[in-house]
C-alpha cells in the first residue's frame, strides 16, 4: 500500500515537473524577439514630364531602419496590375504601361545597419509613346541574411514601393463624366452614404475634387459634405465617397453633387432626390392612436355617464342600465 501511495506522489511530481519545463520552453521560445526587418524609401510617388524617346534621370532615397546590413534586391512592374479594380484590356495596358522604361542604378546593393543610399532612376521613354499619363511601381524587396534567421522564428518581409506617374508631352486630354450614383432613396434614419462613380475619359491621370450641397423640400440648403479625393488612371472608373452623418432626419430632400477636375478645374454637375421617413415607429404610434381611439369610441357612453354622476347631473334609470350591461 505504502508503495502504491510513494508511486502516485512521484508520478504527480513528475507530471507537474515535466508540465513547468514544457511551459517554461515555450514560453522562452515565442518570448525570443524577432529582428526588424523593413525598409523606407522617399518619395512615394515620383511625377516627370517627359518628351517622347527622351531620357529622364531622377532619384529615389531607400534606407535601412534595422540593427543588421540588409540585402536589397530593386524591381519594376507594372502599376496598372497591382490594383484589381483597374479593369483595363490589353491595348490600354500597352498603352499606359511604363514598366519596360525604367532601369535602376543600382539594381541590386546592401545597405549598412542605418544607412540611406540614392539610387539613380533612369527612364528612357519610347519613341512612339502617346501623349499622357504612363505608370509603373518600384519596389525594393528586403533579403534578410542568414545569420539573423533561427528556426524557431517566423519572418515577415515587406517590400516598399514608389508610384510613379509620367506624363509625355503631346495632346493632352483631360474629360471625365459621372458613371453609377449609389445612395439608397428610402431610408428610416441616417446617416446618408452616397457613392459616386468617376469615369476618367481621357489619357492622363486626374485627382478630382466634389461636393453634395442637400436641401430639404423648401429648397433651403442644410448640409454640405466633401467627397474623398482618389488618384484616377485614365479609362478606369473610381467611386467617390461622402457621408451625411445626422441620424434623425424626416422628409423629401435634394443632393447637387459638384465635381471639380483637371487643370482648368472643369466642372460637372447632377441632382438626385431622396426621402428619409422613420415608417416602423410612424407605423407603431399609427397603431397606438388607432387603440386609443377605438377605446374611447367603445367606452365613451360610460365616460358621459360617469362625468354627469361626477357633476351631479346622472339620471338614476340611466345609471342603473350601464351597471347592468
Known amino acids: 500500500m505504502l508503495k502504491i501511495i510513494k508511486m502516485r506522489k512521484i508520478s504527480i511530481i513528475s507530471f507537474l515537473l515535466f508540465s513547468f519545463l514544457f511551459f517554461f520552453t515555450e514560453k522562452a521560445l515565442a518570448e525570443e524577439p524577432t529582428p526588424q526587418s523593413a525598409l523606407g524609401v522617399a518619395p512615394a510617388i515620383i511625377e516627370v514630364v517627359l518628351d517622347p524617346g527622351k531620357t529622364k534621370i531622377t532619384t529615389v532615397t531607400v534606407f535601412n531602419i534595422t540593427n543588421f546590413p540588409l540585402p536589397v534586391k530593386g524591381s519594376i512592374r507594372s502599376f496598372l496590375n497591382e490594383d484589381p479594380l483597374l479593369n483595363y484590356n490589353q491595348t490600354a495596358k500597352e498603352t499606359f504601361d511604363a514598366s519596360s522604361w525604367f532601369k535602376l542604378e543600382p539594381a541590386d546593393f546592401i545597405l549598412q545597419p542605418r544607412e540611406k543610399r540614392d539610387i539613380k532612376i533612369v527612364i528612357v521613354s519610347s519613341k512612339k ?17 542568414i545569420d539573423v534567421l533561427s528556426p524557431q522564428t517566423a519572418y515577415l518581409t515587406a517590400r516598399v514601393g514608389v508610384l510613379s506617374f509620367l506624363i509625355v508631352k503631346g495632346d493632352i486630354k483631360e474629360k471625365g463624366d459621372f458613371g453609377e450614383l449609389k445612395i439608397k432613396k428610402f431610408q428610416q434614419f441616417g446617416p446618408i452614404n452616397f457613392k459616386i462613380s468617376f469615369q476618367n475619359q481621357g489619357n492622363i491621370h ?90 374611447f369610441i367603445l367606452v365613451r357612453k360610460r365616460i358621459n355617464a360617469a362625468l354627469k354622476v361626477l357633476f351631479g347631473k346622472a339620471d338614476i334609470r340611466e345609471i342603473k342600465r350601464l351597471k347592468s350591461k
Open 129 to 145: 509613346a502617346e501623349p499622357g499619363g504612363h505608370y509603373a511601381t518600384i519596389y525594393f524587396q528586403p533579403l534578410l541574411p
Open 206 to 295: 486626374l485627382t478630382p475634387s466634389g461636393e453634395i450641397k442637400i436641401r430639404n423640400w423648401r429648397g433651403r440648403e442644410i448640409a454640405k459634405i466633401n467627397l474623398n479625393q482618389k488618384t484616377i488612371l485614365p479609362q478606369t472608373i473610381r467611386e467617390l465617397e461622402g457621408s451625411w452623418q445626422k441620424k434623425y432626419i424626416l422628409g423629401k430632400f435634394t443632393a447637387q453633387i459638384t465635381i471639380l477636375f483637371g487643370t482648368e478645374s472643369q466642372k460637372i454637375e447632377r441632382e438626385i432626390t431622396f426621402w428619409v421617413i422613420p415608417w416602423l415607429p410612424l407605423l407603431l404610434f399609427i397603431i397606438l392612436l388607432t387603440g386609443i381611439v377605438i377605446f
